[in-house]
């Protein structure tokens, strides 16, 4: 392999990982927001994105609407259901005292419920994608191809995480939500409603997840089981650190980058196993993460 071709397949590797790490950042960021405030992970998250792009599936390909309207609508029937999950399953196994192994096994349930409810509406029997967002004509970066529609998808997921920032920095709710991730006992002595801030949380899990769903299902066929996306979702989590939602966006975006780069100089058949070498790599380093803070021993 000549120099030429490392460039150019280095270009291409980290131009496109991004574009792909964009999507991973965040669903990344809808499983760490979740985590922070029940430090429970939620095992649905891949369904709960599956869900997203089979009900703009079936709002454009069977209903015939157009995007200016499936996109908010698709938006909101998923927050809808994640946060209706959170607040009928969810609170119930909190107040019921439940520990941190039920409400893994809640979520578990809803993953299930979620694939089967779509497997019976026959949309899952054959694998399909949705129209492209933007043109797919090819732009020239460098010496990279990249396509209007890999921008828009990049743009977007970026515009989304610059929005989270603001809403977490400088919105009562979000520094509500960011309260109950540091002292939920604290939080609730302030003033701040749990059940309404968690039900919330989950909304903006499920919001997050459907618009990354929406970004990438033009670029991947849909099927019930494209919820194992999710397992990247965990490995830019993990990577990033857990318990931070800026280590969440450089995780998606270093495992993006990592996966395009042995699929392009190792082979496409190790780009499963990419992701979970820089788990190990990572957690051998530093064990909380590239951003994630000092490593505090619970009491017990």
Known sequence: MSFADIWLFLQQGVLSGLVTGSVYALLAVAVVIIFKTTDVPNFA???????????????????GWPYLVVIPVTLLVVAAVSGLFQRVVMERVIASRGVGVQMVIATLGLAYALKGLVRQTGLGDTPRSLPPLAPTDAIIIGDAVLTQLDLVIFAVAVGVMLLLYGMFTYTRVGKAMRAI??????????????????????????????????????????TPDIGHIAILAY?????????????AVVGGFVIGVAENLVGLFISTNAIV???????????????QGLLGGKLQVKKV
């Open 181 to 222: 991730g540091m002292n939920p006992k604290a939080a609730r002595l302030v003033g701040v409603n749990l059940t309404r801030i968690r039900m919330m949380v989950w909304a903006l899990s499920g919001l997050i997840s459907a618009v990354a769903a929406l970004l990438i299902t033009p670029k991947i066929l849909i």
């Open 235 to 247: 490995a830019a989590a993990i990577v990033g650190g857990i318990t931070s939602l800026p280590g």
């Open 273 to 287: 196993v990419a992701p979970f070498v820089a788990i190990m790599v990572v957690l051998l380093l530093r064990p």
């Open 45 to 63: 998250q891949g369904e709960i994105f599956m869900v997203g792009g089979y009900i703009a599936l079936f709002l454009t390909l069977v209903m």
